[in-house]
């Protein structure tokens, strides 16, 4: 690996990396069955100079912004170092975002290039949006097909300029990154990354799980995601690891992609490994009643030889088919993005697979605490990654009060908003606005969140404002949508829901007609943003004399209400 | 070649038969998720039994963003 102290920028560390593990293999990417590419880090460097010396041509110069929106594949990590090497800043954007949401973060960044697919593209330039993001200049769509209309884009595979592009070198205090950590609607949170941020990172995530040439991390989740964008991208090409990508996320492909690239690690979101783990369930539950006792009695075995750590090769030999089914490599499941319950945990540790999983917010630069195996812990989200200090403030007499983190990875500040930013890092230290205590052996335990967002088991984190656009002009008094766990606080990870709170004119009635409408609105919204149940408030919201809803004291007043027989299910 | 109704039909009755719903219990304009209550992953699993049934490729572009069954069937009508 890489010595990451050493270095100034990502775009540096990377540019060396190609330098010096010139011929293993860094990328493979496949489509269902077929192999479409592999590429050796110099083969990398050959691929990423074009696309670097044609965003230098058409004026990209040091900090301005450029936006990868692309599905996890090769073109994105040239595209990425292709930014960094030229001094850019980099904005990843969700594809899976609509057309809508990617214009107004592209206009919000300021980004003045946008490298994507033709299929995103084709979406995106017919989006009504695209006047808003007045800085865009230039667009370099991947894989148009020969005769499609580009929409003033440009061919990325026609960037073939000739002679060698200019490193641009930066500092570690200059922005790297902005990561946009919600969705849209009326406050988007552009986190500013800094280089120092992914290199400090990067050095405290591989002291615990470690790459190095040879390893084969399988790359799932987006990588425009904080988790991916480190141990998808910039973890393994400064250690010399390979990362694989598959073009269609069926269960299937991605099933076989296991054995057939000997996968080392992989990260899931929960929602996905709790799949993975009831796919298993059914097949050993299908299990003859002898074989089934006889697995179940080597599970018992491998649970008590794992007890104080992990032992693969011991796991491996005893649970030989579980283990061949994963490609015999897998040395661990990194799971993030949201909480994972300690059942699936224990269920994965117990055959031998240990689950790293851990806490983190993009904020702070992926991961906060991380299971360190020692030993493996299903009930916590791990200790405090190296760097990292972490304190519980306000806390009540169980010790459970807000987490608040202090470390190099901590972003510089939300992109134009001095006064989120001021609110949200205090005297250097990060508010995570999450619930947890630490116990006497240092492990973090997590047990809640007071502020007025949700995450899903996908791992999207949901803020109540950002969808109450789809409610506009109910025909009622006012309304707001909340997080019911920040009217209710609940000393719990999972299940989290978001209710609409609703004041009805004087003499409305709630009828199965306005049911109906905000039903029909919910379904507008996609599954994980909408609303499970009804808040009926008899009282005038309080509001700030420029008329916004002071949301904290509305839920003061709701929490007065028993949640129970206040949420009126739709 | 067969029409649009003709396969939004056939992908209504494959649901059917994936999920093991009654017939009939499935219209076009069914919005999937809420419909039978999947989540992404098992909706992936389905439209591995329709390029299946279908002979055809899905790219998850082509997917992205649809939740009902009758823009799905479109897709995979222009694919045919």
Known sequence: ?570 | MRTLEQTTQEVLDLAVKHFQLPAGSLAPGDDFFKKLGIDSLQTLEMLSRLENHFGIELPDYEVQGVSDFRTLAERIQSRL
Not at chain 1, 44 to 57: E, I, S, T
Not at chain 1, 98 to 112: D, I, R, V
């Open chain 1, 1 to 570: 690996m890489l010595d990451l102290s050493q270095y100034q920028s990502i775009g540096q560390a990377l540019k060396d990396s190609l330098d010096q593990f010139a011929n293993e293999v860094c990328l493979i990417e496949a489509d269902r069955e077929r192999e479409k590419e592999r590429l050796t880090y110099r083969d990398f460097k050959a691929r990423a100079h074009p696309p670097a010396k044609a965003l230098q041509g058409a004026g990209f110069s040091v900090g301005d912004r450029a936006s990868i929106i692309m599905t996890n594949q090769s073109k994105w990590l040239i595209s990425a170092y292709a930014v960094f090497f030229s001094g850019g800043v980099l904005v990843p954007l969700d594809y899976k975002l609509t057309p809508e949401e990617q214009w107004q973060l592209l206009k919000h960044s300021g980004a003045s290039v946008l490298i994507t697919e033709y299929p995103i593209w084709r979406q995106l330039s017919g989006s009504a949006g695209r006047s808003a993001a007045t800085d865009l200049h230039t667009v370099l769509v991947t894989e148009a097909p020969a005769n499609a209309d580009l929409a003033g884009a440009r061919r990325w595979e026609e960037s073939r300029e000739a002679g060698e592009p200019v490193f641009v070198p930066r500092k570690r205090h200059d922005t790297a990154c902005i990561v946009y950590s919600s969705g849209t609607g009326g406050r988007p949170k552009g986190c500013m990354m800094t280089h120092e941020n992914y290199l400090e990172q990067c050095v405290a995530l591989t002291s615990i799980y470690p790459f190095w040439p040879g390893v084969r991390y399988l790359s799932i989740l987006p990588t425009n995601h904080a988790i991916d964008f480190m141990v998808g991208f910039f973890g393994p090409f400064t250690c010399g690891a390979t990362v694989v990508h598959l073009r269609t996320l069926r269960p299937e492909y991605v099933r076989d992609a296991f054995p057939k690239y000997k996968i080392t690690y992989v990260s899931l979101v929960p929602l996905v490994l709790k799949n993975l783990q009831k796919g298993l369930q059914a097949r050993f539950d299908a299990l003859p009643s002898g074989k089934r006792k006889v697995f179940n009695a080597l599970v018992a075995v491998n649970k008590a030889l794992t007890k104080s750590q992990p032992r693969l090769g011991i796991s491996r030999r005893l649970l030989k088919q579980v283990h061949e089914a994963f490609g015999g490599e897998l040395r661990a499941i990194i799971v993030g993005g949201a909480f994972t319950e300690p059942q699936t945990l224990q269920f994965f540790y117990d055959l031998g697979i240990p689950v790293a999983n851990g806490y983190g917010l993009t904020e702070a630069g992926t991961a906060i605490t991380v299971n360190d195996l020692k030993p493996f812990r299903a009930d916590t989200v791990g200790k405090p990654l190296p760097g990292m200090e972490i304190r519980i403030v306000s806390a009540a007499s169980d010790g459970v009060g807000e987490v608040i983190v202090r470390s190099k990875t901590v972003m510089s500040g939300y992109l134009n908003d001095p006064e989120l930013t001021a609110e949200t890092i205090v005297d250097g230290w990060l508010q995570t606005g999450d619930l947890g205590r630490i116990d006497e052996t240092g492990h973090l335990l997590l047990s809640g969140r007071k502020k007025n967002m949700i995450v899903t088991e996908e791992g999207k984190n949901i803020y109540p404002e950002d969808i109450e656009t789809v409610f506009e002009s109910l025909p009622v008094k006012e309304f707001c949508v909340f997080a019911a766990n920040y009217i209710w606080p609940k000393r719990s990870m999972v299940g989290e829901r978001l209710v609409l709170v609703v004041h009805l004119e004087p003499g409305q009635q709630y009828s199965e007609e306005l049911k109906r409408d905000i039903n029909a609105r919910n379904n507008r919204l996609l599954n994980y943003k909408r609303i499970h149940g009804v808040v009926l408030f008899d009282e005038d919201f309080p509001r700030t004399a420029s008329l916004k809803i002071k949301r904290n004291m509305l839920a003061e007043r709701l929490a007065k209400f028993d949640s129970a027989a206040a949420i009126l299910p739709l």
